[in-house]
C-alpha cells in the first residue's frame, strides 16, 4: 500500500482481486426458503440491446411481475393492499449477472423468501434460461411496508402476513 496525498492507493493481485469480489457478491442466504414460487416469462424483442441481450434494467421489471403474480397467488393484490391504506416501495435492491438471457429466450422466474417480513419485505430472485443449469441472473428486493396517509413505515399488515403464512402453508 502507498500514499499520495490523502488517497490510498492498494495494489492487490489478481487472486486477492478474485477473493474480494467472491466476498461482496450477492448469494443466496445458506438456508432453506419459507416461500418459493416460479413463474414462466420469455424475453421480448424491446427488452434487448443491439447485441440481442436482454438490458440491464429489465431484470428489475421482471422481478416486479414474479412478485405481482406471486401476491395474486397468494391470494391478495398490489391493488387490495392500496386501497386498505398501504404502500410496499422498493427500499434496496441488487442484482448478479452471470450469463446474458438473450432475445426470445424461455426464463424460469422463480422468487424466493427467507424470513418473514415485519416492517420490510425481502424477495430474492432466480432468473434461469433452458439453456443453462445455473441462474443467468440473482436479485433481491427490499420492499417497506407504508402507510398511504402517513408515508411513515409500519408493520406488515396481519392480512398480508395470514395470506403469505397460508400460501407457504399450501406450497410445502
Known amino acids: 500500500m502507498t ?3 490523502r488517497s490510498f492507493i492498494l ?3 489478481r487472486s486477492q482481486l478474485l477473493i474480494l469480489r467472491m466476498l461482496f457478491m450477492l448469494h443466496l442466504p445458506k438456508k432453506e426458503p419459507i416461500i418459493t414460487y ?3 416469462l420469455r424475453s421480448r424483442y424491446s427488452e434487448t440491446d443491439k447485441m440481442g441481450v436482454v438490458y440491464h434494467s429489465r431484470y428489475l421489471e421482471y422481478f416486479e411481475v414474479i412478485r405481482t403474480e406471486f401476491i395474486r397467488q397468494a391470494g391478495l393484490s398490489y391493488r387490495e393492499m392500496e386501497e386498505s391504506g398501504v404502500i410496499m416501495p422498493v427500499v434496496g435492491l441488487e442484482t448478479r449477472f452471470r450469463r446474458p438471457v438473450l432475445y426470445d429466450d424461455s426464463m424460469e422466474g422463480r422468487l424466493l423468501i427467507y424470513e418473514e ?3 420490510r419485505l425481502t ?3 432466480e ?3 433452458e439453456r443453462e443449469q445455473d441462474f443467468a441472473v440473482l436479485g433481491k428486493v427490499d420492499l417497506a411496508f407504508l402507510s398511504m396517509e402517513t408515508r411513515r413505515p409500519m408493520r406488515v399488515p396481519d392480512l398480508f402476513l395470514s395470506k403469505l403464512r397460508n400460501y407457504g402453508q399450501v406450497a410445502q
Open 11 to 13: 495494489t492487490i493481485g
Open 38 to 40: 416460479s413463474l414462466s
Open 3 to 5: 500514499m499520495q496525498g
Open 123 to 125: 424477495t430474492w430472485y
Open 117 to 119: 417480513p415485519v416492517m
Open 127 to 129: 432468473i434461469r434460461t
